[in-house]
């Protein structure tokens, strides 16, 4: 049997907010949850585990163009 997930993304004017939720036997169960904010100032991006512990963090400068430097780009 796979995985099921889904992805809850919620979009504002200067950040985003997301949650990753895995089915498992019926239920929905949280697996991560985190947001993208301060996009068009200082950029931040925060990733924590569904007990609360902080799996990915990154902050940019200032002015600067994150996408190019994102933590998941190779």
Request: hydrophobic letters at 45%; zero cysteines; a neutral charge.
């Given at each position: 049997m796979t995985n099921q997930a889904i992805a809850v993304l919620n979009a504002g004017s200067s950040s985003v907010k997301f949650s990753i939720f895995f089915q498992r036997a019926g239920e929905l169960e949280l697996n991560l949850r985190g947001q993208?904010?301060?996009?068009?100032?200082?950029?931040?991006?925060?990733?924590?585990?569904?007990?609360?512990?902080?799996?990915?963090?990154?902050?940019?400068?200032?002015?600067?163009?994150?996408?190019?430097?994102?933590?998941?780009?190779?």
């Open positions: 993208f904010e301060a996009l068009f100032s200082r950029p931040r991006f925060v990733a924590r585990s569904a007990a609360g512990d902080t799996v990915a963090e990154q902050t940019w400068a200032e002015g600067s163009h994150w996408a190019t430097t994102a933590p998941w780009r190779t």
